[in-house]
């Protein structure tokens, strides 16, 4: 028999690192966690399995696929967007073409299993691309079907891939001589992330990125220079409420969504309000802003705010912690007591 389990790709970042503990103490779940990196010493208890290996490693996953009956893979896998500047191709590798062997994986899957294989897949802010500052300022909160017109290569891998899972859940070999109607695919469920704060990690090679660094630098007495100007606004959401989103879609009766792609977020902040808020806490904070144009330019392209309404109405999204909450409870005791550990 095998063995009934969760996939989780990219289990080593920041996402997995909250996802695997809450997944594995909901206690109705095995999880099988894959990462390209080893995965971190805390984590492992949570896991039936951990492989170290790569997506793009199809042997690999035909393994994975032979050993394991998967019913849900979260796919987090990916290379983030201001690394992804820099090597364009590979991140259109492991972004794009990572994804498809694991659309490809939960086919087979689903098929075996005579049933659908759930498909998490997290999207992004990257996803859109508003033309302008000017823009920007004036569209508040964008909804899901607006400016998808990405600057970044992470940007385009993630709405390629949203269009991806909606083909392979809907239209897969749809001209296939063997193909019948009633042939199970994937159950394809896909959220936009707006940036994404975490207390027990901070972010590597993303964008928003400025947002936790600066939090995390003042906590352990660290000078930081900002990279966006002090009117940059994004998005932002804290772990707690980014795993809550992801499990809630995950397990939201298939019905009830009349989207692929739902928007989720808790707060629109700019640089220089999360730098008030971080003063607050960590009065001595030497945080000076000097802006990096071209990254910049990303934010610019991002949306200030997101409309998440269909994801409130389909399948009850709130978050836990507006922005008050998220830095009084969440953010600045949890860094602040993980740095007092660390160098007591
Ligand atoms: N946090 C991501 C990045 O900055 C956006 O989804 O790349």
């Not at 896991?47 to 849900?72: A, K, N, P, S, W």
């Not at 794009?96 to 098929?111: D, H, P, S, Y």
Request: charged share 25%.
């Amino acid at each position: 028999m095998r063995k009934k389990v969760v996939l989780i790709t990219g289990a080593n970042g920041e996402v997995g690192h909250g996802l695997i503990p809450h997944l594995a103490e909901r206690g109705d779940t095995l999880v099988v966690a894959l990462d390209i990196h080893p995965l971190d010493e805390p984590l492992e208890p949570y896991c039936h399995e951990f492989i170290q290996g790569d997506i793009l490693d199809t042997m690999l996953l035909g393994r994975l696929v032979l050993q394991y009956e998967i019913h849900t893979i979260y796919h987090l896998a990916t290379i983030l967007s201001t690394r992804a500047e820099y090597n364009p191709e590979a991140a259109h590798r492991v972004n794009v073409e990572g994804t498809m062997n694991l659309l490809r994986l939960a086919v087979e899957q689903a098929q075996w299993q005579g049933r659908p294989v759930r498909f998490v897949f997290p999207s992004s802010i990257a996803a859109y691309g508003l033309p302008d500052l000017e823009t920007k300022q004036r569209a508040g909160k964008v909804r899901e079907d607006q400016f998808c017109k990405p600057t970044t290569m992470y940007g385009c891998n993630k709405i390629y891939c949203e269009h991806l899972g909606r083909y392979y859940a809907f239209f897969y070999k749809q001209l296939a001589a063997d193909r019948r109607p009633d042939s199970v695919s994937i159950d394809f469920r896909c959220l936009r992330y707006p940036g994404l704060i975490s207390a027990d990690t901070v972010p590597a090679g993303g964008t928003s990125d400025y947002g936790p660094e600066m939090i995390h630098h003042a906590a352990q007495g660290l000078p930081y220079a900002c990279f966006v100007r002090p009117d940059a606004r994004l998005p932002f959401m804290v772990m707690p409420d980014a795993i809550k989103a992801i499990v809630a879609l995950a397990h939201a009766p298939r019905e009830r969504l009349s989207q692929v792609v739902y928007n989720v977020t808790s707060f629109s902040l700019s640089a220089e309000e999360i730098l008030g808020r971080v003063q607050r806490a960590f009065p001595e904070a030497e945080v000076t802003f000097e802006p990096d144009t071209r990254r910049q330019g990303i934010v610019d392209s991002w949306p200030a705010d997101i409309d998440d309404s269909a994801a409130r109405r389909d399948w009850g999204w709130e978050p836990d912690y507006d922005v008050d909450r998220a830095f009084d409870e969440y953010l600045i005791p949890t860094i602040a007591a993980r740095y007092r550990t660390a160098t007591a």
